[in-house]
């Protein structure tokens, strides 16, 4: 599927509703150039998932873990987390080691959406949704979901 967004609202509105429609676990490989809309993206993103928060790039933090999204099933103590990850500042694979991403990766109930996917590529699950960002103009975007 290819989108083509004309505005940062149009590409948070893409992600709105992809993250309304997610059912975890799900993992979100998102790749782009700096300035590509990722983060726009994933503002969306968790809004759909019912996060209230704002949403900032963890880029030197590594990894944001927002807890107890909210569920449709009445198990509270079971409901999915949202972890945003951006590796901008990762150079070798090797790096990652120490985020403990293989746990968050496996865990039954997460979404996870990780900008700077390219990075990892190599522990990357198969099983995820990829999402490539590219720059158009100062507020156009094609959006290509696989």
Not at 124 to 136: A, E, G, H, Q, V
Request: glycine share 6%.
């Amino acid at each position: 599927m290819e989108i083509i967004t004309k505005s940062a609202q149009q590409t948070q509105k893409l992600g709105e509703k992809i993250g309304r429609d997610l059912k975890p676990p799900v993992i979100i490989a998102l790749y782009g150039e700096l300035g590509s809309g990722k983060t726009t993206f994933i503002q969306g993103l968790a809004k759909g998932l019912g996060i209230k928060k704002r949403i900032t790039s963890p880029t030197f933090v590594f990894v944001k873990k927002y807890k107890n999204l909210p569920s449709a099933e009445p198990c509270f103590s079971n409901q999915p987390n949202f972890y945003h990850i951006d590796l901008y500042r990762i150079e070798e694979t090797k790096e990652v080691k120490s985020l403990g991403l293989e746990e968050i990766f496996s865990e039954p109930k997460a979404v996870v959406a990780i900008e700077w996917a390219e990075k990892i590529k190599e522990i990357l699950p198969k099983n995820r949704i990829d999402i490539w960002f590219n720059y158009l103009n100062q507020n156009k975007r094609k959006i290509e979901v696989k």
